[in-house]
């Protein structure tokens, strides 16, 4: 009987890899309402982050500090360990590891950024840089930036080609995937789909966002987005301007976050993604914010970088 998960995004798909490789006999099934990387594994801003999502002190209140330091290190080293898969596997997935960068722009960002750094520095993180401003301005030139912190466990991919190289790539190890098969339900051993059950004795559920939509588990995930503004393709004399490296195989692009996170992709473009407090929380994939957020990212980018007359 196979092990059965339900959802081909990362999480999913990154499960049946490493099942496939700890098992090679192990029969695998996977089943996914749409096509692998539907939602929001092939639709975000393409950040490969070691930062841990949560409150350490949270963690640390039913794990204990070690547990804490071993999350973050796992954490840490699950950066590396994506660039490495692909590089093996021969996953093409425009992967540059090049760090990322915070940019305060105001006194108040300015006293968050350095009580972050004084905060990793109690947990023994050491690799956290504090910048002053002349330092920010030596790896990108943000307009008003007062200071910054920089941290090496970062890298910047393409999602949808990650997530259709892992799809190929467990496809060839013997797992099937199944597309366009909506799970209707889940129950101990049993998986119910608009086509028909699986039987399996371990289910994995990796449906994350659209968890609310399974029966009984409307509350158990709660759904967020964010919006993601992208410039035009820009010329090389603005990325000049700005002072940001030209983005090849062997370069280093960085990621900036001055409310927005700003990262600059193979094709010459700026992406900006508006910040989590203006992120959708309701109990259902498709909520809607009540007001657009791309306006203000918009002005966020444009006040950070400057770009051309009539660039969009």
């Not at 695998?28 to 092939?42: D, P």
């Not at 366009?180 to 289910?203: K, S």
């Not at 983005?247 to 600059?264: E, Q």
Request: hydrophobic share 40%; with cysteine; aromatic share 6%.
């Amino acid at each position: 009987m196979p092990t059965c998960i339900v959802g081909a995004g990362l999480t999913g798909l990154w499960t049946a890899y490493y099942l496939a490789e700890a098992d090679p006999g192990l029969q695998i099934v996977v089943c996914e309402q749409r096509f692998a990387g539907y939602g929001a594994s092939g639709r975000n801003g393409g950040w490969l982050t070691g930062a841990l999502a949560g409150s350490r002190e949270r963690f640390e209140a039913t794990h204990g500090r070690a547990g804490v330091l071993a999350l973050q290190e796992a954490m840490h080293q699950a950066v590396d360990e994506v660039i490495a898969v692909c590089a093996a596997q021969g996953i093409d997935a425009d992967l540059v590891k090049g760090g990322e960068l915070q940019v305060a722009t105001s006194p108040a960002q300015l006293h968050r950024v350095r009580a972050a750094v004084t905060e990793d520095r109690r947990w023994g993180l050491v690799d956290t840089e504090l910048l002053d401003a002349g330092a920010v301005a030596e790896r990108v030139r943000v307009s008003g930036a007062l200071g910054g912190s920089f941290t090496p466990h970062c890298a910047r991919l393409h999602p949808v080609k990650l997530v259709a190289g892992l799809a190929t790539l467990v496809r060839g190890r013997g797992v099937a995937i199944y597309e366009q098969t909506p799970v209707t339900g889940i129950e101990p051993g049993l998986v119910r789909t608009a086509a028909g059950t699986v039987d399996a004795p371990v289910v994995l559920r990796a449906t994350e966002g659209f968890t609310a939509r399974l029966p009984g588990l409307r509350r158990t995930w709660l759904p967020m987005n964010s919006s993601l503004v992208v410039t035009e393709p820009l010329e090389a004399d603005v990325w000049a301007e700005i002072g940001w490296p030209v983005v090849k195989p062997s370069a280093t692009p960085r990621t900036v976050t001055a409310t927005p996170s700003a990262p600059r992709t193979v094709g010459s473009r700026s992406a900006g993604e508006a910040s989590p407090t203006g992120s959708v929380r309701g109990s259902t994939p498709t909520a809607r914010p009540r007001r657009p957020r791309w306006t203000p990212c918009s002005r966020c980018c444009t006040g950070c970088f400057p770009l051309p007359p009539g660039c969009h």
